[in-house]
């Protein structure tokens, strides 16, 4: 058994997605572990349409396993999010192949940039730069281009490069045992608005689907795609982020400077920042646009935005994911379960009772998870009571013949 491991998100699944696990199959592959972040994601947002029926995609799609990134490292950033995910990858005892999309697609590249970035040069660098009020992107790929070279730093463009690096890092900081391997991105690059190669990007296909334009269905394998339209059928999809602005609103409104203080990546006062934001802002974009500056990124502010309405602090995020949350497997992925009994680091929660005899810490993160799912359940076109968390029941999805 070669059991390979994947950290993604799935927001939804594409072609792209089902292009990446046939190639992760064809390097040797004979089991795959989706470790997928649940109802929000790292762009800070709720997902398109709800974890379990994006965890049935992913195993129409070529998956055997699906495991539940949770909150808060789901909605992230980048190091974090990473190191999450291969804490719980190696967490299953079994997984020997972690593979990556990758637009340069050199595994050996990649590894030699995680190795430099670690130098005391570039780290000295880095805090420069960062003190000038360059934004961490920015700041990263010029201090790699002043140490490492203008081949090394170019790693640092692409956004799948960049969290490339992050997951490298990660499993040096983590002591893994886990064999990377990257896999070349084809098609559209990350948040392209075209499609190329047949293949089209998360961020394009979510607007095509959002104003209901047919073309989003040959950008997916026909079970996926199968699997979308019933849940827009059903008004589960697609989740709008804008059915929670003014409930976002209304949280951040009663939130004083001391409480945003208490965010994960908060710094140099950007706390005043969000409040006096907050407090002019009638709407999400209005808000996003006066907190930015050339020093905090969109990305980071909407992150922040988010971790302020679902309740994520710096303390939460400073704890370890605490278990293996199964969202759906099929007949390999039966095999992967079973195997786990015996090698899993971390308790594996197939069902909600199996959080009840884990740690305090354990159980509010299942509570974080459950209340966000509430709030989630908001955005839905048909909107639902409390409780989703509970009821929604494992996929158990079936192999093709």
């Known amino acids: 058994m070669q059991v390979a491991g994947i950290i993604a998100e799935y927001n939804p699944f594409h072609n792209g997605h089902a292009y990446h696990i046939a190639q992760v199959r064809r390097a040797g592959a004979t089991h795959v ?7 929000f994601v790292q762009r ?30 789901c909605c992230a950033r980048a190091q974090d999010f990473a190191g999450a995910g291969i804490t719980l990858l190696q967490a ?3 997984v020997q192949l972690l593979a990556f999309g990758s637009e340069c697609g050199d595994t050996g590249r990649l ?23 360059l934004p961490l992107p920015a700041a990263r790929e010029r201090a790699a281009a002043q140490c490492l070279g203008e081949e090394l730093s170019s790693l640092l463009r692409g956004a ?12 040096e900081r983590l002591n893994a045992f886990i064999r990377p391997l990257a896999i070349r991105r084809t098609g559209a690059m990350h948040d392209a608005e075209a499609g190329t190669d047949g293949f089209c990007s998360a961020s394009r ?9 047919p073309a989003w269905e040959h950008a997916m394998p026909a079970q996926v795609a199968a699997i979308l339209r019933r849940e827009i059928a059903a008004r589960k999809a697609p989740v709008d982020y804008c059915a929670l602005e003014t409930a976002v609103l209304a949280r951040l409104r009663r939130m004083p400077p001391e409480e945003w203080a208490l965010l994960p990546d908060i710094s140099e ?33 909407r992150r922040l935005v988010l971790h302020a309405f679902l309740g994520i602090t710096q303390e939460v995020m400073h704890l370890p994911p605490p278990y293996l949350r199964v969202l759906g497997f099929n007949e390999r992925g039966q095999e992967l379960l079973r195997q786990m009994r015996t090698t899993a680091t971390l308790p594996v929660i197939l069902r909600a009772c199996d959080v009840q005899p884990l740690s305090p810490e354990a159980r509010s993160i299942y ?26 029941n494992i996929v158990r999805a079936r192999l093709s013949p």
């Open 205 to 213: 296909l979510r607007s095509l689907i959002h104003k209901g334009a």
């Open 111 to 133: 590894l030699q940039a995680a190795q430099a970035l670690e130098a005391p040069q570039v780290k000295e660098c880095l805090r420069g730069l960062l003190a000038q009020g």
């Open 160 to 171: 799948n490069d960049t969290l490339a690096l992050e997951y490298l890092r990660a499993l």
């Open 92 to 94: 299953t005892g079994c």
């Open 44 to 73: 800070g947002e709720p997902a398109i349409l709800e974890k379990h029926a994006r965890a049935e995609m992913a195993l129409y799609g070529g998956a055997d396993l699906v495991l539940e990134l949770p909150m808060p490292w």
């Open 33 to 39: 572990i989706a470790v997928m972040s649940g109802n």
């Open 269 to 301: 006062g950007l706390e005043h920042r969000l409040y006096h934001a907050t407090h002019s802002a009638t709407s999400l974009e209005e808000l996003l646009t006066a907190a930015k500056t050339k020093r905090y990124t969109l990305a980071r502010i």
């Open 367 to 392: 509570r974080l998870g459950a209340e966000a799912t509430d709030l989630f359940a908001l955005a839905m076109p048909h909107k639902y009571p409390c409780g989703l968390e509970q009821t929604q």
